[in-house]
């Protein structure tokens, strides 16, 4: 083997292991990303069915699933900053903002939950869009004041992510998803105010049925 060979291969076996450790990582990351997008998907389910003890649960449990996920791809930087990764991150992001967001409580920091920014306001954007159907099952009880309130929570969600003017390539796609936002809203608000002119004209007519018993 002549010198040039030699040193071929040995670059080549440092970048075969490079690669089969970035492999094996990502091998056990993966499938525990999509349990996180899963337990997410859960919880977002029970909060629209007002089952809260069990969102917290399942909650915790895609929580858990991250880190763990995580720390598979600790030792491999490369992967980091994946999709697979990012995507978890953003369904995670979306069911804790659903959940403060549904019960009224602070919602949590990118810091305290452990996401990516880019991931955390996809998230957050895909929450408030969320929004619309709790707001509508809320509607349909009557409940016109809580509804007033979520739209105005997406309309303060949907007044910062606007102000985030970065390139797709730094902010994950965000301005498609705060377009998507923007149209939910409007919908959102259109059908808050027939519902609420609905109600008063109601209320109007048994007001004057029972003036003229």
């Known amino acids: 083997m002549n010198q040039l060979s030699s040193d071929l291969e040995l670059i080549a076996e440092r970048i075969r292991e490079s690669f089969s450790a970035q492999d094996a990582a990502r091998e056990k990351a993966l499938p525990l990303c999509r349990e996180v997008i899963r337990f997410s998907s859960i919880t977002i389910r029970s909060i629209h069915r007002h089952e809260f003890d069990e969102a917290q649960q399942t909650l915790a449990q895609a929580g858990r699933l991250l880190r763990e996920a995580e720390r598979h791809l600790t030792t491999c ?6 999709r697979f990764i990012l995507d978890a991150q953003k369904e995670y992001t979306e069911a ?6 549904a019960t009224g ?7 305290e939950i452990r996401v990516d920014y880019a991931a955390y306001l996809n998230g957050l954007a895909e929450a408030a869009s969320e929004l619309r159907r709790y707001l509508l099952d809320g509607l349909r009880g009557g409940d016109f004041h809580r509804g007033e309130e979520l739209l105005s929570a997406m309309d303060d969600i949907y007044s910062v992510l606007v102000t985030m003017d970065f390139p797709d390539s730094i902010t994950g796609g965000l301005r498609r998803t705060t377009d998507m936002l923007r149209g939910v809203m409007e919908k959102t608000r259109s059908d808050l105010t027939l519902s609420v002119q609905q109600n008063r ?3 109007q007519l048994a007001e004057f049925g029972q003036k003229l018993t």
Do not use: G, M, Q, V
């Open 77 to 82: 930087t490369a992967l980091e900053n994946t």
């Open 96 to 101: 804790h903002a659903t959940l403060a967001l």
């Open 105 to 111: 409580r602070p919602l949590p920091t990118p810091e």
């Open 201 to 203: 004209l109601e209320d």
